[in-house]
């Protein structure tokens, strides 16, 4: 029997903007109009609230929801010594369990639909199993990319380049493609390992005819785009995370390989990685889209992210005409383009831009209602798309539906035990925090652990 479900008077941002009723069959949108009748469906009021794209994050590590806000003053460097190298050595398949289930519920309690997790916390299968369970459990449309990079200390059996790609090649073909979660590949960082082990873990996701990510471009990586293109190795379904350290021509060389980039303003500021590629991306020819990253540092959360992204981008913008001793007559970017790197975007980068990432017919409803009630919105800004961008608050995403199926309804996620995810959530934080110390200690995976202080000490005194 066909499930409808008929929202009733919000403002919808989309094709058909302005107020609008919609309806939903199968968790499909068949119908955008202002007025619609549909007596035998389910009715959702959306009266005074903004009809809305569910976000996408394009680039998360869930598994860090278990150490939230430890980075709030690190540097990349500090991050790499105490996070990489130290909390990751002591991670259970049960936290990153945990922690992939509360991050993708955090996400979608603020309205992100769709997010790319990338997974680099594969100690062993088990923790495979286990962040691709949590993220299944939480309802959220994802994909998971199963990292390569050899966490410090992983059991000698799972040390090996080999096994690490049979397991996963093994791992991705069996969990298949079909439901909201999906796999891809996260590739080692490429500095870390020799250029045919990369192509060896390219090769496995373009057999599963699978997606690829990977950290691109900060000074750890300054040529990594260029040695990627050089071994022959750029292609399309491939989304670069950060690349600030990226020449034009680097940018250039993704967009021309039918790549897609992925900016995470926040970390980037905070964490010295130079100023986000916005404006450098869209000059040649790249949509950027929007990566939260980590919660170990900031709030999962995609409004903060638009707003900083956007302001940034002005500001670069603005600089070069300060620097003429001239002040900007106007602005080019605007918060409808902040809005579309934070959903249609993001979908196109994950190849999901002809199911989801607008309000449009025949699309997925994945939707979001956000309420425009709260004195934050008194009196209610005339554009809706500025309002749901500078002024809106992850608070005010009072309901979320991925593929038609409400995740939050009424300001509540729906079908959450929320006090057992509070237990587990805490249990596991204060296993890890406990364990910091001994992790910091580890002597295993030596070879890992010195390449990366290398790295650092150079990139710390260049
Ligand atoms: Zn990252």
Known sequence: MTRRLLIEGGTVIGAASGRADMLVEDGIIRAIESKISAEDAERVDATGMIVAP???DTHRHLWQTGIRGVAADWSLVEYIRFIRL?????YRPEDVRIANEAGALEALDAGITTIADFCHIIRTPE???AGWDGLVSSGIRGQFHLGFYDVPTVPPYYRDHEARVIHARDFLRDKGGSGLVTGGVALTETNLIPMEHTADEIRVARDLDLPITMHMGTLSTPDAVARLHKAGLLGPRMLHVHCNASGDDELGLIADSG???SITPETELQMGMGY????RALAVGLAPTIGIDIVSDYSGDMFAQMRLLLQTARAIDNQKILDQRRMPPSIDLKVADAFRFA???GAEAMGLGSRIGSIDVGKQADFILVRQDGIHHMPRTPDTTASLVLQARPGDVDSVFVEGQ????HGTLVGVDLERIRKSAQASSDYLLSAFEDAMQCTGSAATRSTYNAEVSRATSA
């Open 54 to 56: 569910g976000f996408v």
């Open 86 to 90: 130290g909390f990751a050595t002591a």
């Open 127 to 129: 923790h495979a199993e």
């Open 259 to 261: 790549g897609a980039i």
């Open 276 to 279: 986000p590629v916005t404006n």
């Open 343 to 345: 959903t249609i975007n």
């Open 406 to 409: 409400a995740r939050k309804r």
